[in-house]
């Protein structure tokens, strides 16, 4: 009797992810799938030289929880000053293992069974699991070309008295390539204020704009502690690292890091020594803009195929920045029906239904990534997927 | 309203660990409060070029969240081999960020609010805050010089209906410093499966062995799938780079993966491929026993000086391995009370209260830690205590 799984993990599967990072991981197949920054953008001989200048008996020893002292006090120069994210006095830094441990600690900080927790659908499917995981009830609000559609937002926080937290991912989100513009996030903030429901604002792509700046981040709009923002390095240094960030309220940070002592006790000590150097030492901004750079070139040659080539009754959002965009089939036909259909041609997408809040099968959307296929890849590969969709279409 | 803290975390305060590292950090303390292992251990030029010929796209790039395979292969081929850890066929490894992260893995995979578990008091803060954390009750077995008392689990295990796991470190325990004997574990192991409870064996210490080979694994006597074994390289490698182990049954083993899933992805890429690296290329049999003759050299020093100057009212345990003895003071008197007393002397002990379950300011008991001093403040900051004692026991 024993021997069995807590209620909340029972019927917790493994993610999509998972398979996706499967499929991606075979190299016959055109990876529109995944969720990876290109690895070109990595910059393999400057962390080898940082790890090279860091290993030394205090980067190998434990650390505090918070994280690497110096590497906190550059993440609130740079995020504070550049960004505004941070509300000096009132505002406490976390340095995380990557940016989906910001979601979990906050959740372990917030959440009582049965909380509700209000987001974009479709949404993060890391964040969507962990929010299950702690036996949240998730209540998914539809976006338009601009994101979350705030009427809808009131609507539930009237609906909902166990509203505790809106999650969203406010700029070039995942999976729909959509940004939110200044107005909404405004009135995202006076709804959270109004029903009293803290934000978690997940934003690791913001940075990476194909054009000018996306609005600013809603925690630098927020005065009165209603916003914890969750940063990221993966995107914009490499993932595999694992280090990422929080700005945050003091009163829930305090919590965040007793929760992140029961999780991790702290961050891997060298590479949280390395990025501070990054930081201090390189221009991350010149980096970053060629991150961006990248990105912009592949996603403009993805879009002109698509405009060219795929059938006009599928729609599909023109990202600022970040790597994925959302295309919607018409009603009545499933993006895992053609997900199935194109993986004999060997081009991996994902079917909406997996960023699905209710997990519907019959979601008509699917997301595309550009970041990794190169684009002698996106070229082919958005052929084939024109062909198919046509196909699908024409059943 | 919706500002506030889960009830899981309302009441859980930073564990007294953070106040110890905040201590050991000051450099004028004699520190016989770290949980560290010495910095003496860390092989820095092995792990430097271990990480500059492990740093590629590869291990920059988003890994599977069960471990990098190499790794999991090596895990398996030693630990299954050498200590016969791994049920072939019915157990998976994950390789986690440290041994504390098995821990929260397992409660997250196992516990619903209110399930009971069951472990010796005194034991590690880190796992106690994890278990208070998932709103788990806490049920401590009290130990003799040979650890957990057999009988006084039978006990616990009728009165508690709802007990789900028994949380137990066998080996060289922390802050126990104590090994339980083979015939103690095959009886746990016994009352395991009569009870139907899981054990979740944590054993970061068990190579740590500074004379015969301590009595095998509880893991490795049970064929039935009642153990999860978290192990961990914090103190045979390094703790700053946060890489753990878990070998458990295939059943829980996915669930665990789905939680690791959501508290960080995957492990630290790069030290996953340099922790299998140094298990495939050095000897690390020579480096654990190097290890092991340092703390047992120092443990002696420590012991004899206890010996010679400690009040005889005063008991302590004489570990066979590890990081930590324990000290009872007569009763009536309390650790806490001493460790306060010391640190006006510069010398920094942990209290009982500390690691008791039911964090009784009375208890008599505080824990040496001998890793981290070096001999020469060992021989100081021991008559210090040695004086310190007996003018407490003279009040």
Known sequence: MSRTVSDKMANLRPSAVREILKVTSDPSFIAFAAGNPSAETFDVSALK????????????????????????????ARYGGKYGLVNAGADDVIVTSGGQQVINLAAQSLLNEGDTIICETPSFIGALNT???????????????????????????????????????PTFQNPGGTTLPTERRLRMLELAKKYDVMILEDSP????????????????????????????????????????????????SAKMIVAKQTQDVHTNGVFQRAIYKWLRDFNIDAHIAKCAELYAEKSAVMLRLMDELFDKRVTYTRPGGGLFLWCDL????????????????????????????????????????????????????????????????AK
């Open 49 to 76: 030289k940082l790890c090279d200048s860091t290993i030394d008996t205090s980067a190998l020893q434990y650390g505090v929880t918070e994280g690497y002292e110096p590497l906190r006090e550059v993440i609130r």
């Open 205 to 252: 792509y913001f940075e990476l704009s194909f054009g000018e700046a996306p609005p600013p981040a809603i925690k630098s709009l927020d005065d009165d502690g209603y916003v914890i923002f969750a940063g990221s390095f993966s995107k914009i240094v490499a993932p595999g690292i694992r280090v990422g960030f929080s700005i945050a309220p003091k009163w829930i």
């Open 330 to 393: 018409p009603a009545g036909y499933s993006g895992s029906a053609l997900a199935e259909s194109m993986t004999e041609k060997k081009v991996a997408i994902v079917p909406g239904a997996a960023f699905d809040v209710s997990e519907d099968v019959h979601n008509p959307g699917f997301r595309l990534n550009y970041s990794v296929p190169s684009v002698k890849q996106i070229e082919s590969g958005i052929t084939l997927l024109a062909d198919g969709i046509s196909a699908y279409l």
């Open 131 to 169: 929010f299950r995981a702690y036996n949240a009830r998730l209540v998914g609000i539809p976006m338009d070309g601009e994101g979350m559609i705030i009427d809808r937002l009131e609507a539930a926080l009237k609906a909902e008295p166990r509203a505790k937290l809106i999650y969203t991912i």
